[in-house]
């Protein structure tokens, strides 16, 4: 077991920087997630962490320990790959033993061991059969399996889930959560599936073109995004954003979207764009279910008017697609009683609405409302 | 219902002439790739029977005393008797050098060079594809099949003379090592390239060396690749005339240069030639079936989903 310091990493692979100045602290035991969308460089930070790779830049650090001069071989780090890496030639017992044989662990305590995992793993049965000849859902728990029977100090996972169908994803993202706590191993878990980083993760880094965009717990990032970007990425159903032009001084500021309409903002939402510097304009955040029907409940609620586009229904939630000078806003609709083409007042609720710098992509947050 | 039945029966007809058209071009088709195999057989299958056939003639059958024949009249093992043995009934002329010299020349220079290739070309084309180290060996091995032997066969003897290494028998393996090194470079190199870095990644995070990875993980999934090497190299070592014929003298002349020798006052001696290609034959068919199992059309890799 082991705490984990991402320093200043930088990676280049010649002029193009796959990770740029990223500095992550994991502490011992904790559950971590990078996330982020394809080729923002989650792999090649594992393979940095994993020493699979040299940082160009920064350091990486092991209970305080710099092991950039420790070979790979020494570091006792699971490594689940994203395309599992099954060593195909093997039989899965082999394949299972293979970590245990390398650091000559006795044989009696190997044949345990390997019973043992493979018993946790559900792969007990086909111990024998050659490797190549399992289904891809029982690659990916011989991967796991083979990973952790070393009981690894860290314990990296690299897009485990991916390659999985819908229904064998959920059990096996349960499985994980069930399997760290039964290790209490420090877990690094690439995805970029921001549901399974929310339901899984201790905390949750996200990052985008290489860059960190912010590190924190499932709550902070989804309640407190640092930037459109993260509150973009983070949160089912998607976060609205209504971008716009911001005009008016102090006490009387309207968004005026593209489509013309005109969004009023008092309070403190309107003392925050005060900080806009950009002349491409501002971005207002406003979660689904921040968005409420009928009466106006704070006077600094910005009150907009709209007509049904479309009703979706999430499991017992119904949400509604709201057209708005042919911006489009998603609400949740606890009230149940709208139908398509009605037209409908609705209001954004102030305390929740998130100011955005449409040009850096920035969180604004002003002084006292 | 007349007018309406006719062009019905008229289709079916029409589609039964053009199907039965269609049938017999196939026929004729078929037949003519049938014929053009079988020449492309016999063209190939000939010399082998002639040889088969001959190496079990005596001597009067194949000269053209008695008449040439198919099939052996009186079929004898006096032609092989006469390569081991140096005489055989019937032939005043003895044969002064056996055939168990030339035989454990070849094998053992085919062998070594044969090992010398393939264990040079699989260490160094896993160093190129898997480290970068020196990717410009690639090419410039390639070097080595670049102009025809003849040209640098001087060079070469004047070399092998300056080593001692003309008519021994590790001289003439380290020839056949060196000139069969691009094939089985470029052969496992074109393996390596399809093993996923992954696979060697993990095992190297499982705790293995380098080497032990090479040999635990790489090494037996290329097998099948590893075996197909084996057996092209051993075959292109076997077959060598030419290097043989001029680094060696004596000592360790190879099979094909031996045959040559195989003419007396009598004239070229082809029953006793034939017999020694049958015997030729023999190791490079036993290797191969020896390991045929690993030799696999497409080397599978099925575990990695992309
Ligand atoms: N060895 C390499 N050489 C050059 N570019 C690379 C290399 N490995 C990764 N990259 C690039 O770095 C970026 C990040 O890759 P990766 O870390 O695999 O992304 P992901 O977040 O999807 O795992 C990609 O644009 C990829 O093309
Ligand atoms: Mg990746």
């Not at chain 1, 280049?12 to 740029?20: K, L, Q």
């Amino acid at each position: 077991m082991s705490s984990i310091q991402i320093n200043n990493v930088t990676k280049r692979f010649g002029e193009f920087t796959a990770v740029s100045d990223l500095s992550i602290d994991i502490e011992d035991g904790e559950f971590v997630a990078l996330l982020g969308p394809s080729g923002c460089g989650k792999t090649t930070t594992m393979n940095m962490i994993a020493g699979l790779e040299e940082a160009t830049e920064g350091e990486i650090l092991f209970n305080g320990q710099d092991l950039s001069h420790t070979p790979i071989q020494q570091r006792n780090i699971g490594f689940v790959f994203q395309n599992y890496a099954i060593f195909t030639h093997m039989t899965v017992y082999k394949n299972l033993s293979y970590g245990l044989e390398v650091n000559n662990v006795p044989k009696d305590q190997i044949t345990s061991r390997v019973a043992a995992m493979a018993k946790r793993m559900n792969l007990t049965h086909c111990l024998d059969a050659p490797a190549a000849s399992l289904s891809v859902n029982e690659m990916q728990k011989l991967a796991i399996g083979r990973s952790a029977i070393a009981e690894p100090r860290i314990f990296l996972l690299d897009e485990p889930l991916s390659n999985l169908d819908a229904g064998f994803r959920a059990y096996m993202r349960s499985e994980l959560k069930v399997l760290q706590r039964e290790f209490g191993q420090t877990m690094i878990y690439v995805t970029h599936d921001q549901i399974e980083a929310m339901s899984l993760a201790d905390k949750i880094a996200i990052i985008d073109q290489g860059k960190l965009m912010q590190y924190g717990s499932p709550l902070e990032v989804y309640n407190n995004p640092c930037n459109r970007f993260v509150a973009n990425f983070v949160g089912s159903p998607k976060i609205n954003l209504l971008d716009g032009q911001i005009k008016g001084a102090n006490g009387s500021t309207k968004l005026i979207t593209q489509g013309g309409a005109e969004v009023a903002l008092q309070g403190k939402i309107s003392s925050d764009f005060a900080k806009l510097k950009s002349s491409k304009g501002g971005s207002i955040g406003i979660r689904p279910q921040d968005i409420y029907f009928g009466e106006k409940r704070a006077s600094d609620d910005i009150q907009l008017h709209g007509y049904v586009e479309e009703l979706e229904r999430v499991g017992p939630k119904r949400l509604v697609h709201l057209q708005v000078h042919r911006t489009q806003i998603v609400a949740e609709d606890e009230r149940d009683a709208l139908s398509i083409g009605d037209e409908v007042e609705f209001f954004l609720t102030a305390d929740k609405c998130m100011a955005f710098d449409l040009d850096s992509g920035d969180r604004l947050t002003g002084g006292a409302a | 219902m007349v007018a309406l039945l006719r062009p019905d029966e008229g289709s079916i007809v029409k589609t039964h002439k053009t199907r039965s058209v269609t049938i017999k071009r196939s026929f004729r088709s078929l037949a003519v790739k049938y014929a053009l195999l079988l020449l492309a057989c016999a063209v190939v299958m000939y010399p082998l029977f002639w040889m088969i056939t001959m190496a079990f003639k005596p001597f009067d059958e194949w000269t053209t005393g008695s008449g040439l024949t198919w099939l052996p009249q009186n079929a004898t093992l006096g032609n092989f008797e006469y390569l081991f043995y140096g005489q055989t009934e019937g032939l005043v002329v003895t044969l002064d050098r056996t055939i168990g010299g030339p035989l454990w020349a070849s094998l053992v220079t085919s062998t070594c060079g044969t090992i010398i290739a393939v264990v040079a070309g699989t260490l160094s084309s896993y160093a190129v594809v898997r480290f970068n180290i020196l990717p410009s060996l690639a090419l410039s091995v390639l070097q080595l099949r670049l102009f025809p032997p003849l040209a640098v066969m001087i060079p070469v003897m004047v070399m092998w003379a300056f080593i001692g290494g003309v008519d021994t028998w590790w001289g003439l393996s380290l020839i056949y090592g060196i000139v069969t090194l691009p094939f089985a470079f470029w052969l496992m190199k074109t393996f390596f390239d399809e093993v996923p870095i992954e696979i060697e990644e993990a095992a190297r995070v499982a705790g293995s060396s380098y080497w032990r990875v090479f040999y635990r993980i790489t090494l037996p999934i290329v097998k099948p690749g590893l075996a197909t090497c084996v057996l092209f190299v051993f075959i292109l070592n076997w077959s060598d005339y030419l290097l043989a014929l001029l680094l060696t003298q004596k000592e360790w002349v190879t099979l094909p240069v031996y045959m040559n020798t195989l003419n007396t006052a009598l004239g070229e001696m082809y029953g006793m030639k034939a017999a020694l290609g049958f015997i030729a034959a023999i190791p490079p068919i036993f290797l191969g079936l020896l390991i045929q199992k690993h030799l696999v059309r497409g080397l599978t890799f099925g575990a990695l989903k992309q």
